[in-house]
């Protein structure tokens, strides 16, 4: 895969997909293969609140970051143009790469066509993509058992899926061949305006004809703009919990911070099933402020999955700085009882944690209002 940055243009390439995913790991794969081509990248992640998981992991690696943060980048096209502003003052990115929220949908009449209808002389809309987390869309497609989402929610999933240009079915090692293959017919039956696309951006796997296609081709301009019913995506939004947290943690002896978090994913993912919740995604990194910037990260996309150690410390530690993402299908008060209840059985524990409660936030997603939406013959714009 070779890319050849054009001086006049810099390509913008938006990388979506429901709540775990595995958008920030495919976002991480293609910056560091365009980087070691000499290639500048710049990212843009983006959520409804501060402090981002996503954000914290992608820095530590040494890319150049902006976070766009109290709302998605529909609703916030006005600082999606600040952020590649600033990350051009910085370091002239060839290539912009850009993770939207994960509830999001609606992006190619929201951020593709405004992009290049009013800023068309500055950039090159790369096609939308779309990531699918296998096992997650084999359940909402049908093909497996697993407690569902509820119909609005889905609706979202769904709406994602059917305005992307290209599919990828990500962490596609993680289901059984026969399942894979169901799947992928499944997705080109349901969705044919997409081309489907197999690969694990965590082992690194089959990614090369999704990137080149991604560098090599431009949004179609005369596609047309899919029906969305917003008070149904409204709606679907509504009903998903966010939770933000931020926590100094100590010890009085040295802990192996990896188990430690493992333990804890499982711990809340236990709390929450028992209360018949289901996770959309749960994300945390501890980070022990050292100057290299290491840190563990672990995830969990499903109430009923095992949680993933993504990036790992190598030595045992006495404190560091813990944050938590949680994404659920449940009242966010009920989130934040479950994780303040949870901190505070480690605070109480005879490992004698000293947990220090920095920030948490708590609340449902307000109702999309795009600055801009193409509507078929024009672009309108919000007064």
């Not at 595995?22 to 070691?36: D, I």
């Not at 197999?198 to 047309?224: H, R, V, Y």
Request: hydrophobic share 40%.
């Amino acid at each position: 895969m070779k890319y050849k940055a054009n001086e006049a243009k810099a390509r913008f390439i938006m990388i979506g997909g429901f709540l775990g995913a595995g958008k920030t790991t495919a976002v991480a794969a293609l910056a560091q293969q365009l980087t070691g081509q000499g290639i500048r990248v710049g990212l843009i992640t983006n959520d409804q609140s501060i402090g981002l998981v996503d954000t914290k992991m992608l820095r530590s690696q040494g890319f150049s970051v902006e976070e766009i943060a109290g709302g998605c980048f529909c609703c916030r096209f006005n600082s999606l143009l600040d952020a590649s502003a600033m990350l051009t003052e910085k370091t002239r990115p060839d290539i912009f790469l850009a993770e939207p929220v994960g509830s999001c949908t609606d992006l190619v009449a929201t951020v593709s066509y405004p992009l290049r209808r009013i800023y068309g002389d500055h950039w090159t809309i790369s096609p939308l993509s779309v990531l699918v987390d296998p096992n997650r869309a084999a359940r909402i497609l049908g093909l497996e058992a697993g407690k569902p989402f509820s119909e609005k929610v889905v609706y979202i999933y769904k709406k994602q899926l059917e305005e992307a240009d290209i599919i990828v079915v990500n962490k596609c090692d993680s289901i059984a061949p026969t399942l894979r293959g169901r799947l992928v017919a499944a997705l080109k039956e349901s969705y044919p305006q997409a081309t489907v696309f197999c690969c694990s951006a965590q082992k690194g796997t089959d990614l090369a004809p999704w990137f080149e296609k991604i560098l090599a081709e431009e949004a179609d301009p005369a596609k047309a703009m899919m029906a969305l019913d917003y008070d149904i995506y409204a709606e679907g939004e509504a009903l998903l919990g966010w939770l933000n947290c931020t926590v100094a943690i100590r010890s009085e002896t040295a802990f192996d911070a990896n188990s430690w978090l493992l333990d804890l994913a499982r711990s809340l993912r236990n709390s929450l099933r028992g209360t018949d919740t289901e996770i959309a995604h749960l994300k945390m990194t501890f980070d022990a402020g050292d100057p290299s910037g290491n840190l563990a990260a672990v995830s969990l996309v499903r109430g009923d999955g095992e949680p993933e150690l993504r990036e790992s410390l190598v030595d045992e530690l006495t404190g560091g700085d813990l944050i938590i993402n949680l994404r659920a299908e449940a009242d966010p008060e009920h989130l934040r009882r479950i994780v303040s209840e949870t901190l505070q059985t480690i605070a109480e524990s005879p490992s004698n944690y000293q947990v220090n409660l920095e920030h948490m936030e708590s609340f449902r997603p307000g109702k999309p209002e795009p600055t801009h939406r193409f509507s078929g013959e024009r672009v309108a714009a919000k007064v």
